[in-house]
């Protein structure tokens, strides 16, 4: 796609969502801040599984920790943006040090690895009780505004984080950065013979696809008002994440983003109609995917591109 | 004193089962490379249809065993032809996750069916004591059971001339073409043997612990715990794997509290992943 085009069809998708408040009730919102929220976490998770091809199932750990270091950090009375950025730097420090220990490992072993990430954060913050209020889980103090209000308020910020997750998509795509993930993905032996410090790069990718999960994870932590450990750490969502972005187009800028929306909706739509189906439902897109479409909506203009013979 | 060597028993007890369940999942990810995220649902299978032979016509679990093992050992065999088969040379993202896309139909299709309540086959059989060591009957029975099964396997792979083609295909897929070996016909009866370890495992597990849904999960998670302590694709690797997980959570469960014998268990594996990925008695080479 043309920068221009790229970054026109970005601004358009993030208006759509801005101004529902305009015209639409508080379910449309609160569904327009789901998509923001997902498009936010399938946009990170594009920087580790996405541009360097390590099949990272660790977000729900990174959201889950967000959320529990946000709120802990409100109990205490630090202000609610404050708590968000403390999660947020807290999560990344966090990743970047796990980083440097599971990114020694590849292919299944790095999946596993990151899965147990998930389960073992689960497992400690439900055993810790002391802290976290172990399975009861954590109150997060109340925001005083109506609901249309605080909608309206968490709508922005999950738009918020999902317009920082693009631009750094972008800025990463365009750098040395972006450039060297990508030849990690297509063969990381030939990549760090041609001088590439693999180690940093994979470190520095891994760290990205924390960040904005744990800002989103806090902002969630604070719009509920209640977290708990099952809640917080799903390997459903983990998965989620990464079909979110295989859909819309894995390694792409827009494509995880675009994925998430169309996931989001699909699920409202069948939630709605086909309750006690929900997750076969899900298993059905995923399998599909996975043999109609395995290059992600995206590719489907490839397709399209090539059906017509070169015209589009 | 005595407590140790009854914390030492239950772990064994266990170890055992651990190794049943988790010797299918090894045997599949080894050789066809696929991590199968339906092996925890494929155990509850197995034990729902115990569960209701026993609770509706009076069948006793034992006898189920080679009831469940036919129609688990179809099912996979079925379910790697129409399915699998189709990605199973793709990158471990896309099977991973259309294995676990066929794990939340099936989940969902279970749960729906069975509802959530956890269900429990109950033979009374009692105890026996072996001086202050006091072990359930029917955990002994499990337990022979779970080695016996496992050992079963252990003389197929070694013996048959089906096992010998699976651990031809495991070791260099290429060669065992070039010999041939018809692998996609291979990978389809080493599923279906993934398949009917995981329903049998079942079974047993249908007498010792509660069946529901909600455990798949947990299931799966001990398998890919024995798998990376004992070593991929081997069977000595799943029961080595499986008794030392076994043993750990029971003197983590002593020690520390029943809540933490999990998360010993993961961190466990944490270790092992980082520093012998091979697995305690595994063979290097597989990624």
């Not at chain 1, 800028?253 to 989001?264: E, K, N, W, Y």
């Not at chain 2, 009692?126 to 001086?131: D, E, H, Q």
């Not at chain 2, 079942?202 to 299931?219: K, Q």
């Not at chain 2, 469960?253 to 012998?276: D, E, H, K, S, Y």
Request: proline share 3%; net charge positive.
């Amino acid at each position: 796609m043309k920068p221009l085009t790229l970054y026109g069809s970005i601004l358009v998708g993030l208006a759509v969502l801005a101004t529902t408040p305009l015209y639409a009730d508080n379910y449309v919102l609160r569904t327009a801040a789901m998509v923001a929220m997902y498009g936010a976490l399938a946009t990170s998770w594009n920087f580790i599984g996405g541009f360097t091809g390590y099949p990272s199932f660790s977000t729900a750990a990174f959201f889950g920790l967000g959320a529990y270091v946000g709120a802990l950090c409100q109990r205490h009375g630090i202000p609610m943006v404050v708590s968000w950025g403390i999660a947020t730097v807290a999560v990344a420090v966090f990743a970047a040090l796990l980083g440097g220990i599971i990114l020694r490992l590849r292919g299944h072993y790095f999946a596993i690895g990151s899965i147990a990430v998930v389960e073992l954060c689960r497992l400690i913050v439900s055993s810790w009780s002391s802290l976290t209020g172990g399975g009861d889980g954590l109150n997060v103090p109340l925001i005083h505004a109506s609901p249309e209000e605080l909608m309206r308020f968490f709508l922005y910020v999950m738009l918020g984080i999902l317009a920082a997750s693009l631009v750094v998509t972008i800025i990463v795509d365009r750098s040395r950065l972006g450039f060297g993930l990508r030849c990690i993905h297509q063969n990381e032996d030939a990549a760090a013979m041609v001088g590439i410090n693999t180690t940093a790069y994979k470190i520095a990718a891994y760290t990205l696809s924390a960040v904005f999960c744990a800002t989103a994870g806090a902002a969630y932590a604070s719009w509920t008002g209640y977290i708990d450990p099952t809640d917080s750490f799903q390997i459903v969502m983990t998965v989620k994440v990464t079909v979110m972005a295989i859909l819309g187009g894995a390694g792409t800028i827009a494509g995880p983003a675009l994925g998430a929306a169309a996931f989001v909706l699909l699920e409202e739509v069948f939630w709605a109609n086909f309750i006690d189906w929900n997750r076969a439902i899900l298993g059905v897109v995923i399998v599909l995917l996975i043999f109609f479409l395995p290059g992600g909506l995206l590719s489907l203009r490839t397709r399209l591109r090539r059906a017509t013979g070169g015209a589009a | 004193m005595a407590i140790y060597f009854q914390t030492i028993a239950n772990g064994l007890m266990l170890g055992a089962l651990y190794a049943c369940l988790a010797v299918g999942f090894s045997l599949v990810w080894g050789v066809l490379n696929v991590i199968n995220m339906l092996h925890g649902s494929f155990i509850i299978l197995g034990g729902y249809i115990t569960y209701f032979a026993w609770h509706f016509y009076g069948i006793h679990p034992v006898a189920m065993l080679p009831v469940v093992a036919v129609l688990m050992f179809t099912l996979g065999f079925v379910l790697q032809r129409v399915a699998i088969n189709r990605v199973v040379s793709a990158p471990v993202l896309t099977t991973l996750t259309l294995t676990f896309g066929l794990d939340m139909i099936l989940y969902n299709v279970m749960t729906y069916w069975f509802t959530a309540t956890p269900r429990r086959i109950t033979l009374d059989l009692g105890a026996v004591n072996l001086g202050s060591v006091v072990l359930p009957v029917d955990r002994l029975l499990g337990t022979a059971l779970a080695l016996l099964l496992t050992f079963l396997l252990y003389a197929v792979m070694r013996g048959s001339n089906i096992g010998r083609a699976i651990v031809a295909v495991r070791m260099d897929r290429t060669a065992a073409e070039l010999m041939g070996i018809r692998t996609d016909r291979i990978y389809a009866i080493t599923f279906g043997i993934g398949a009917l370890m995981a329903g049998v495992a079942g079974v047993v597990f249908a007498m010792v612990f509660p069946i529901t849904t909600n455990v798949t999960g947990t299931w799966l998670g001990k398998a890919f715990v024995v798998c990376v302590v004992g070593g991929l694709g081997s069977v000595p690797g799943a029961l080595v794997g499986g008794l030392v997980l076994g043993l750990v959570e029971s003197f983590a469960g002593f020690w520390f509290g029943p809540q933490q014998a999990m998360t010993a268990g993961f961190v466990l594996m944490l270790i092992l992943l980082l520093t012998r990925p091979t697995g305690l008695v595994g063979v290097k080479g597989y990624e």
